[in-house]
């Protein structure tokens, strides 16, 4: 059955920037008294940023105070980025001949609404998308399945209906829990991590050669 829309995470899924993530994160917290490694921050970023430092510092600043760290730590992300920005190779064409083939489309992330309209706007591809969900729209970021559930309802389609786009661990069982297929994209996380999850239907590196109309 041909899939009615395509959900995507945006962090190491659409544009290749999970480092930029992580050594962010990886520098902050350190400063802020974790002494971890810089893996033990790629495992830990996931989520609101509320959330990854509550996991890492627990008890240490209220919810206010870790939510401006985070803000601020986001806002530093994006201008270290922002000279590299660029979608990953063969997404904008792959992008358009979803759009062409009527297949709805949505991004969902953890990441707050900054950051998804820094990379929509920034790229011009905002028309693509019918909807956008990040961390400010939901009460349970990923490995909970609420990202995706809400792009779905906002979409009209039933949640089999759609195919997720993901490159981490906890993005793909947040896919298996709400119920939907999905494609993983090997950014950061080699395939044999994937091991266990009974909902992927492909891996790739990247966009290059992939048709939307042959996925299912």
């Given amino acids: 059955m041909q899939a009615k829309a395509f959900l995507f995470d945006l962090n190491g899924t659409m544009i290749d920037d999970m480092h930029y993530h992580i050594s962010a994160w990886h520098k902050i917290l350190n400063d802020l008294g974790a002494n971890i490694t810089y893996e033990e921050s790629k495992a830990n970023c996931y989520g609101k940023s509320a959330e990854l430092i509550g996991r890492i510092l627990p008890g240490k600043f209220t919810d206010e105070e870790a939510y401006?760290?985070?803000?601020?730590?986001?806002?530093?992300?994006?201008e270290m980025f922002r000279p590299h920005?660029?979608?990953?190779?063969?997404?904008?064409?792959?992008?358009?001949?979803?759009?062409?083939?009527?297949?709805?489309?949505?991004?969902g992330s953890a990441g707050i609404m900054p950051n998804l309209t820094f990379v929509t706007e920034g790229?011009?591809?905002?028309?693509?998308?019918?909807t956008l969900v990040s961390?400010?729209?939901?009460?349970?970021?990923?490995?909970?399945?609420?990202?995706?559930?809400?792009?779905?309802?906002?979409?009209?389609?039933?949640?089999?209906?759609?195919?997720?786009?993901?490159?981490?661990?906890?993005?793909?069982?947040?896919?298996?829990?709400?119920?939907?297929?999905?494609?993983?994209?090997?950014?950061?996380?080699?395939?044999?991590?994937?091991?266990?999850?009974?909902?992927?239907?492909?891996?790739?590196?990247?966009?290059?050669?992939?048709?939307?109309?042959?996925?299912?």
């Fill in 123 to 130: 790229l011009q591809i905002g028309h693509y998308f019918q």
């Fill in 68 to 78: 401006q760290i985070g803000f601020d730590k986001e806002a530093t992300y994006r």
């Fill in 85 to 107: 920005l660029k979608l990953m190779p063969g997404l904008h064409h792959f992008l358009e001949q979803a759009h062409q083939a009527g297949i709805q489309m949505a991004i």
């Fill in 135 to 216: 961390a400010d729209d939901v009460v349970n970021s990923k490995p909970d399945p609420e990202t995706y559930l809400i792009c779905a309802e906002r979409l009209g389609v039933e949640p089999s209906e759609c195919i997720v786009f993901e490159d981490a661990l906890k993005g793909v069982e947040s896919a298996e829990r709400a119920g939907m297929p999905c494609v993983v994209i090997t950014s950061i996380h080699e395939a044999a991590e994937f091991a266990g999850f009974n909902n992927i239907i492909r891996f790739i590196q990247d966009y290059e050669g992939l048709d939307p109309r042959q996925l299912s």
